[in-house]
């Protein structure tokens, strides 16, 4: 089957940097995805690693290494509308797609 | 214009009864999902469906049937509701069979009185 771990809650102020990791064991590994969840809302897809490496999207990047089983979210210039749930997730080659049990970020002043 | 669109948006019904869930998408995705969210926020997928064929289902009860009547729709039908039932319910749909990028509906949330 598959596996994620990521940190239950990570608390940073705002202007900061925070890095969320995320370590899976899955078979049939297709890529890394990551989610955005506010409190009452849907999860809203953020970056996505195929391929070994980092991807930048605006104040948000993604890293992946395949060897490693190992990806993270890097969150820069923190404000405090990203108070929110972060969620790893992990696509096989079958179709499935099994999301971590979420990060909590809360953005303090 | 909504991409991923599934209703109702809540929905609170007695133990025993029968409900659906409409799910929609209008971005021409091949790929459909279910998810079920709990209390403690974890997302579990349910089923996936590509292009109106089942290709993932988890271990669900079979009181949970999908029906994907085309593509761009896939419906959630649950039978004999129970209280353990009670969360929170995504559809979502990405281009790609390994779930990346995936669009997500508003939810719709369940509570079984």
């Known amino acids: 089957g598959q596996s994620l771990e990521q940190p239950s809650e990570v608390t940073a102020v705002e202007g900061a940097i925070v890095q969320i990791n995320c370590t899976y064991q899955?078979?049939?590994?297709?890529?890394l995805s990551w989610y955005q969840q506010h409190d009452g809302g849907a999860p809203t897809f953020l970056s996505y690693?195929?391929?070994?490496g980092l991807e930048e999207t605006g104040r948000f990047s993604s890293f992946l290494s395949r060897s490693d089983s190992y990806g993270y979210l890097l969150l820069q210039e923190l404000q405090m509308k990203d108070s929110a749930s972060y969620f790893c997730a992990v696509g096989t080659n079958a179709g499935k797609s099994t999301f971590g049990d979420g990060t909590t970020l809360t953005v303090k002043p | 214009d909504t991409a991923v669109s599934q209703t109702p948006k809540y929905l609170v019904t007695q133990m025993g009864n029968d409900k659906s869930i409409k799910c929609e998408q209008n971005l021409g995705h091949d790929t459909m999902y279910w998810y079920k969210q709990d209390s403690k926020k974890f997302l579990k997928i349910m089923f996936s469906?590509?292009?109106?064929?089942?290709?993932i289902n988890e271990t669900v009860p079979n009181r949970f049937s999908p029906k994907s009547p085309d593509k761009a729709h896939l419906n959630l039908h649950i039978n004999s509701l129970e209280l353990g039932d009670s969360a929170v319910y995504f559809c979502a749909s990405s281009q790609s069979r390994g779930g990346t990028e995936a669009f997500f509906g508003q939810g719709t949330r369940l509570t079984v009185v």
């Open positions: 469906y590509n292009n109106k064929e089942l290709i």
């Open positions: 899955t078979s049939g590994f297709y890529g």
């Open positions: 690693n195929g391929l070994d």
